[in-house]
């Protein structure tokens, strides 16, 4: 059996008192093993569903399931199937929770609804994957008494609409974390000069592997292009890539040791959620996120349990004319990049104001 950190044991304690948890903790801090452990000791005859927003993160999470010795079917992608015979983990995506699933789901009567990365349902709900968005409401619709809901990074909106939506039985605990040991700076760039800066921060830290991440799919290849010219190791990765190649790419980098020559992933945010690599050191923004919260996520991806790392955002007032149409996707989205460049433009310590961001709101 595991040694639970504290939080990890009142998150438990809330599981077994509380109708419904929301667990706030850093990236790589073990969120995972509260609801591993409760459904392994403390009550072994739940049906749980647990939803995923990626078929990566939902494949690592079965395999962590089985470690335990619970019973897990994946019902993710174009094959997924049912649920188990009896108790155990039901792993689905959003948009699985509809049709023929929902009929299976009744006959199985499920009594937990895990929700793995939560900020998803605030931050893709109202127009990427509108699936999300349903969540809260599948607690009363499909009767499941009992809910668990866990994320690294809500910000403050997000936090007081789902205590709304669920109601008062939802006990919250946690908060967003900067990771201790990361090193973040604001880098003011023309985007003509963008190139060759990141050229001279890869030089700088000639000898360290990490992740570039940029807006599009367009984007990610180009800059990889750049590198592969001057003879920098690299690979991209973004949602366009066929499910073969993704595993491919993700089995490079699984395999990958500290002591190997240094690689740099050039990716969108499709590189994001359940990527999990200790040699990654280095994190470079190469163009402003679209919201805060994508921003805190890129971030996630170094500095994980306490490993000394840095970050680099690099901008310019010209990459929100470039954004300007994203800003009409809707008022939301709008006020997100909003505060992307509110973020950028104020003065401070950027770490400081992106907890406060997080944990307090903007005025």
């Given at each position: ?5 504290a ?14 948890t929301?667990?706030i903790?850093?990236?790589g ?5 509260v609801?591993?452990?409760?459904l392994?000791?403390?009550?072994p005859?739940?049906?749980a ?9 939902a494949?690592q ?40 699933s ?20 605030w931050?893709?709900?109202?127009s990427?994957?509108p699936?999300f ?5 599948l ?8 809910s668990?809901w ?8 997000a936090?007081?609409?789902?205590m ?9 605990l946690g ?11 604001l880098?003011?760039?023309?985007l003509f ?10 030089l ?5 592997s990490g ?6 799919r367009?984007?990610a290849?180009?800059v990889?292009r750049?590198?592969r010219?001057f003879?920098i190791?690299?690979i991209f ?7 073969e190649?993704r ?14 020559p ?7 945010s499709?590189f994001?959620?359940g ?5 990654f ?5 190469f ?24 970050a680099?955002l690099?901008w ?16 939301r989205?709008?006020?997100?990049l ?8 104020t003065p ?5 104001r992106?907890e ?8």
């Amino acid at each position: 059996m595991h040694t639970l950190k504290a939080f990890q044991k009142e998150a438990i304690d809330s599981l077994i008192r509380h109708q419904h948890t929301l667990l706030i903790a850093p990236t790589g801090s073990g969120k995972s093993l509260v609801f591993q452990h409760y459904l392994a000791y403390i009550r072994p005859k739940t049906r749980a569903i647990f939803v995923s927003p990626l078929n990566a993160l939902a494949r690592q999470q079965a395999l962590r399931f089985e470690s335990f010795r619970i019973p897990v079917a994946q019902g993710c992608g174009a094959g997924g199937g049912g649920p188990p015979s009896g108790p155990g983990v039901w792993i689905l995506n959003p948009e699985k929770l509809s049709g023929s699933s929902v009929a299976r789901l009744r006959d199985w009567k499920p009594d937990l609804l895990i929700v793995d990365e939560a900020h998803c349902v605030w931050e893709w709900g109202e127009s990427f994957r509108p699936a999300f968005e349903k969540l809260p409401e599948l607690l009363q619709e499909e009767k499941i008494p009992k809910s668990f809901w866990c994320t690294a990074t809500l910000p403050k909106p997000a936090h007081q609409d789902l205590m709304i939506r669920i109601g008062s039985g939802l006990y919250s605990l946690g908060q967003f974390e900067f990771p201790e040991k990361l090193k973040l700076a604001l880098i003011h760039s023309p985007l003509f000069e963008r190139m060759d800066l990141l050229q001279s921060l890869l030089l700088r830290h000639g000898a360290d592997s990490g992740m570039i991440f940029v807006n599009t799919r367009s984007s990610a290849e180009r800059v990889q292009r750049y590198l592969r010219f001057f003879g920098i190791r690299s690979i991209f990765y973004h949602a366009g890539l066929s499910p073969e190649e993704r595993l491919g790419l993700e089995a490079i980098l699984s395999k990958k040791k500290t002591t190997d020559p240094p690689l740099w992933v050039v990716a969108t945010s499709a590189f994001g959620m359940g990527m999990d690599y200790s040699w990654f050191t280095v994190c470079i923004l190469f163009e402003p996120s679209f919201s805060l919260l994508a921003l805190a996520q890129a971030l996630g991806r170094v500095g994980r349990g306490g490993v000394a790392a840095c970050a680099y955002l690099l901008w310019h007032e010209d990459d929100f004319l470039r954004q300007g149409w994203f800003l009409q996707a809707s008022p939301r989205n709008r006020s997100r990049l909003l505060e992307v460049r509110r973020f950028l433009e104020t003065p401070g310590d950027p770490r400081f104001r992106l907890e406060k961001y997080f944990n307090e709101g903007y005025e």
